[in-house]
């Protein structure tokens, strides 16, 4: 358990005869980021909301920084941080007073406040904002200085729920580059997203939530891997030497019009150089040659079922 910087078994939640959340099990290894992948409504914030002490769990033995949920709540609020959907930002008073204010709820001297606001607010690029009013910041400083604020008190876990919904390609990236900072200086990241690009980008595991349960979790290459769908494509300028493939290589589907074969494939090197070996034998060179493997949209597609894929932008949307 100690390696673990959160670990949960069987948790469950249900509100009223809705089941929220049904037996889910996690186990997220310290200095690492986790992203629990799901639609809108798929339990995903209240699982966020659970492992940080906000809601109750029904039932689950868990354990956040190594302390007990049930019996020590205290601790584990001590031990984290929490950036959720909403900006906590106070628009009113400025990006500085917002700094001081978190640090006096962490009791921080004075002049202890005033070094770590001033370090964070550089940090993350809000130093010339800092005595203008939050009210005024793009959507992308007031995400930066929402989570300037989570730490404030130096947590070792921090809990992201969608942290970047709503920014733009440009604000996200920022974003990602400052969650990997976070990283590497030690600090565990547990991160809800909607984003497929966002989950391939940063994780380095994944859990795709559906109906409350875990449909599927892994590496991005694992979850990849699942889903059947892999192929290669050979396109020809000469039908002769089309027609001379679809010979050779009888397992693939013909597309006569394109002049093109499709031969299942996982796309390693493996399999690859059978294809160009089996062509070379016959003395055929295709023109054109793609590789296409699963990626995380065809995961979400087939555990989650196309109804329920997020309505992403285009840019998330590889």
Known sequence: MTDLAIAANGLRKSYGDKTVLDGVDLAVPQGTIFALLGPNGAGKTTAVKILSTLVTADAG????????????????????????????V???????????LM?????????????????????FDLTEAAKKPASTYSGGMKRRLDLAMTLVGNPRIIFLDEPTTGLDP?????????????VSDGVTVFLTTQYLEEADELADRIAVLHDGKIAA?????????LIPGGHVRLRFADPSAYQSAASALREATRDDEALALQIPSDGSQRELRSV???????????????????DLD????????????????????R
Request: proline letters at 4%; a negative charge; charged letters at 30%.
């Open 276 to 294: 160009l070996d089996r062509l070379d034998s016959a003395g055929i060179e295709a023109d054109e040659l793609t590789v296409h493997t699963p």
């Open 90 to 100: 106070d628009g009113l008073i400025t990006g500085e007073e917002n700094m001081l």
């Open 298 to 317: 065809d995961v979400f597609f087939a555990l989650t079922g196309p109804a329920d894929v997020p309505n992403q932008p285009k840019e998330a949307v």
């Open 61 to 88: 033995d868990l354990h956040v920084g190594g302390h007990d949920l049930a019996t020590d709540p205290q601790a584990v609020r001590a031990a984290i941080g929490v950036t959720g959907q909403f900006s906590a």
């Open 103 to 123: 640090a006096d709820l962490h009791h921080l001297s004075r002049g202890e406040g005033r070094r770590t606001a001033a370090e964070l607010l550089e940090r």
């Open 217 to 225: 979790e892994g590496t991005a290459e694992e979850l990849k891997r």
């Open 170 to 182: 440009r604000s996200r990236h920022s974003m990602w580059q400052i969650i990997r900072e976070l």
